[in-house]
């Protein structure tokens, strides 16, 4: 059975960094591509970030250029590094595995694995 183990999230001023991390037990990144969701109060859970197992990426337009998905296959690790944090990247940050993707990348699912989830708050 798959666990998935995040970390990291706390609360940030504005232009502010925070860097979450997803530990995951058993190979999982060898197999699948694993991400990151958020759901804000009152919003439906959405794709941020996604990396393939061969190391391609997606990103939300809200984030790009800001956050940066990478993964560590050696410590089973996928972390999503956040810069330039704004108010509305305020939200619940959900580690995900198991995601597929279409081969042009216009579509990318959720997987079936789950993290608990840790908060994220950008505020001054």
């Known amino acids: 059975q798959v666990q998935l183990v995040e970390s990291g999230g706390g609360l940030v001023q504005p232009g502010g960094s925070l860097r979450l991390s997803c530990a995951a037990s058993?190979?999982?990144?060898?197999?699948?591509?694993m991400g990151w969701y958020r759901q804000a109060p009152g919003n439906q859970r959405e794709l941020v970030a996604g990396?393939?197992?061969?190391?391609?990426?997606t990103y939300a337009d809200s984030v790009k250029g800001r956050f940066t998905v990478s993964r560590d296959v050696d410590k089973n690790t996928v972390y999503l590094q956040m810069n330039s944090l704004k108010p509305e990247d305020t939200a619940v940050y959900y580690c995900?595995?198991?995601?597929?993707?279409?081969?042009?990348?216009?579509?990318?699912?959720?997987?079936?694995?789950w993290g608990q989830g840790t908060q994220v708050t950008v505020s001054s």
């Open positions: 990396i393939t197992s061969g190391g391609r990426t």
């Open positions: 995900n595995g198991g995601l597929t993707a279409t081969a042009d990348d216009s579509g990318w699912y959720a997987g079936r694995y």
């Open positions: 058993g190979s999982i990144f060898r197999i699948y591509a």
